[in-house]
Structures are given as structure tokens and as C-alpha cells.
């Protein structure tokens, strides 16, 4: 066969070493996806293609009695919910709802800090989008009452608020969107790709029919995977059944996820439960990094005092050393590097977000140090 790719060139996968680097990651979409050290075994037991249907030759993957369990009785309560499910991805999931609970050219509202995949889901599923904005800058709120108006307008066929947004870590009061959503009975997904598995949430207790959470974002997990927890109202709708095959569901082609980053999953999921309860510190340590990197002389966007792991900076004066450094808007990143610091996009400077999830308070101490170091460095050279 004609194809040129040689197994050499396919070293550059190898020998990566990437979690025994020792450099200190800021990226947020990676800090809350490091498996466990359970995960990262269950990743290597369940790595070939299929091997999951090893635990209960003959039956579909949600039908092996460990992983139906897993579903029923811990995913669902973990959600708050009535239902659990997973999904291929937070994106998935969002579409799988919006195409059973619609009809194209039915309009929806979503939060102006929506993450760009809700319109691409929307778009598949034949949608029109309606957004309620945000406050601007510094904050970039979303007032949640700013539905109400859209919603009496508009007549939506749901309703999507993203907790917290993936610019800004953004909370806004979901429970109130809860409360408007039942008086004007229209359906309601929270978006938790960075918050399931990462703060404790409850679908039930915000009033929400759906919630959505992204396993290799925020629950230590390979991937790609999502879960999905819905009210039971919705079941015959999400769940209808294929006609000529009347076990397997429709919306989810019989059977979505299919093995490896369930395995992942399940195995990092008891640690995942334990770290929700320690969010506090995650918001104390976040405050303090935003705290330190303002007296340097950057801003941090978005809510303060801030609610969530994953900042938006504003850096003016690392943009002004931009400007004159030989490597131009590349230097932060190298400077950082040189640090052991990465996790900032490759050539920003103006403005980036960063996540200090999960990184102890003598990790962000070494970051705060470099930061202080590049700037003292290059200020007035
Ligand atoms: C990352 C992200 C997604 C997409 O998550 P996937 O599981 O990769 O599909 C969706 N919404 C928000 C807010 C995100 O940050």
C-alpha cells in the first residue's frame, strides 16, 4: 500500500514523559483530566481496543453489572440526579439533548459566555440561538434574570447556562435560573464542564432537568468522555428506544462509550468524589494567585473576588515587554519555561487564562516567583 508514514516517525509520541516532567501546568483545559495513579492503571488494563467487554462477555458496556451500577446508583447521586449517563464529551452531550428535546428551528437561550461548542451543537441540531450578554469588561457577568425578558419573548425550547464559563470562571446563580425556568416551565441544561468533578454541584438543588460534565476536563479522566444527569421526565424522550432494536437507544446510537475512558473513569472517581469536598481551598488558593500576580502589576478579569480555579488575565506590562524582547510575544512562554512553568498559550502576553487547580500552595508560590522574576528581569531594559 501506498503509504509513506514510517513507524520512526511516530517516536515523536514516545518517551514524552509527560507527567514526570516536574514543570508546573497552568493549562486549564489539562489540571483537572491528571488521572489518578488508579486511572492511569486502569488505563493500561482496559488500553486495548474492546477489552471492557472482557467483564461481562455478551452484554453492551452500560449493561456489564459493575459499570450499570456505577451509573445508576454513584453517577446518578454524584449529579444529583435522577438519571445518569455517559457521553462522548460535555459537546456530545449538549447535542444529544438539544436534538431529542427540540426541533429545528425552534430557538434556545444561552449565557454570552456559552462555550463555542453549544453553537456548533446548535447548529447540528438546527437551532437559533439567542444570547444573553454579559456585563463586559472587567467583569463579564451574566445577570441570570436577563432570561426572563428573552424567555417571555422568545419562547424558547430550552434554556443553557454555562457554570462556570470556560473564558472567565464565571459562577452566576444558577438556583435562580432554576426558579425562572420552572415558572415559565421551560427546559434547563447547566453546562459543568468545569465544575462536575471539580466543586460539589447538584443538578437537583439548582433546579436544573439536565446537567452536563466533562470527564477529560474536570473528572481525571482519559477520554474522551461526558456525563449526562437528567430528570426522569425526560427519560422516555432522551432514552427513546431504536423500533427494530427495542434494547438500544436511538439518540445514543445502542451503545456511545464503548471502554477505555470509562475504565478511567470509575477507577479515579472515589479520589474525584473526596477532592469536591476540599473546593474551598481551591478558591482560597485560586484568590491568593490572583491576589499575587494584581500586586505584579496584572489584572484579573471576570468575577472577584473570584469563585473558581480557572483566571483571566489582563497583563499589560508583559505586553509591553513584548514588544522590545528579541523572541517578541513568544518570551513569556519561554521565560516561563525556562522556569519550569507551562500551561500558558505559546505567544500571549496581552491576555491568557491559567487554571491553579489542583496545584499546591508552594507550586503557585514558584509561579508567582517566575512571573515576579520576568517582569523585575525585562522591565526597564
Ligand atoms: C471544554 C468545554 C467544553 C467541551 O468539553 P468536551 O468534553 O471536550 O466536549 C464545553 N463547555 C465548556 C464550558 C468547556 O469549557
Not at 81 to 107: Q, V, W
Request: proline share 5%; hydrophobic share 35%; net charge positive.
Amino acid at each position: 500500500m501506498d503509504i509513506k508514514l514510517q513507524k520512526s516517525e511516530l517516536q515523536r509520541f514516545e518517551n514524552l514523559h509527560r507527567y514526570s516532567t516536574g514543570y508546573i501546568n497552568l493549562n486549564p483545559i489539562q489540571r483537572g483530566g491528571v488521572l489518578t495513579p488508579e486511572a492511569r492503571e486502569a488505563l493500561i488494563e482496559f488500553a486495548d481496543g474492546y477489552s471492557i467487554y472482557d467483564l461481562s462477555p455478551g452484554l453492551e458496556v452500560d449493561e456489564i453489572p459493575l459499570v450499570k451500577e456505577f451509573i445508576s446508583e454513584h453517577l446518578s447521586k454524584f449529579l444529583g440526579a435522577d438519571i445518569a449517563k455517559f457521553t462522548l464529551g460535555a459537546r456530545e452531550g449538549i447535542f444529544n439533548i438539544m436534538h431529542s428535546i427540540t426541533k429545528p428551528g425552534d430557538t434556545i437561550i444561552v449565557d454570552g459566555n456559552r462555550h463555542y461548542t453549544t453553537i456548533t451543537a446548535a447548529e447540528r441540531a438546527k437551532l437559533r440561538v439567542v444570547e444573553v450578554p454579559n456585563s463586559g469588561k472587567p467583569e463579564y457577568r451574566i445577570n441570570v434574570e436577563d432570561y426572563e425578558d428573552l424567555i417571555k419573548n422568545h419562547k424558547p425550547a430550552m434554556i443553557l447556562l454555562t457554570y462556570p464559563d470556560g473564558s472567565y470562571g464565571n459562577l452566576p446563580d444558577a438556583k435562580k435560573l432554576g426558579e425562572i425556568a420552572k415558572e415559565y416551565q421551560v427546559p434547563y441544561l447547566v453546562n459543568g464542564a468545569y465544575s462536575v468533578g471539580r466543586m460539589p454541584i447538584s443538578m437537583e438543588a439548582i433546579g436544573a432537568d439536565f446537567i452536563i460534565g466533562s470527564g477529560h476536563k474536570s473528572m481525571a479522566s482519559s477520554g474522551p468522555i461526558g456525563v449526562l444527569g437528567m430528570n426522569k421526565k425526560w427519560e422516555k424522550i432522551v432514552l427513546r428506544k431504536s423500533k427494530r432494536y427495542p434494547q438500544k437507544e436511538v439518540e445514543f446510537l445502542g451503545c456511545e462509550l464503548r471502554g477505555t475512558a470509562i475504565a478511567t473513569l470509575m477507577a479515579a472517581f472515589p479520589t474525584v468524589v473526596e477532592r469536591v469536598e476540599k473546593w474551598a481551598d481551591e478558591v482560597e488558593k485560586a484568590r491568593y494567585f490572583s491576589r499575587e500576580l494584581e500586586r505584579l502589576g496584572l489584572k484579573q478579569l471576570g468575577e472577584k473576588p473570584h469563585n473558581h480555579d480557572l483566571m483571566f488575565f489582563e497583563a499589560p506590562v508583559l505586553y509591553e515587554i513584548s514588544k522590545r524582547h528579541k523572541k517578541g510575544r513568544f518570551f513569556l512562554y519561554k521565560e516561563l519555561k525556562k522556569r519550569g512553568i507551562v500551561g500558558i498559550k505559546p505567544g500571549l502576553t496581552k491576555n491568557f487564562k491559567l487554571s491553579t487547580y489542583g496545584l499546591k500552595k508552594q507550586e503557585l508560590k514558584v509561579v508567582v516567583d517566575a512571573f515576579k522574576d520576568v517582569i523585575e528581569k525585562y522591565k526597564t531594559s
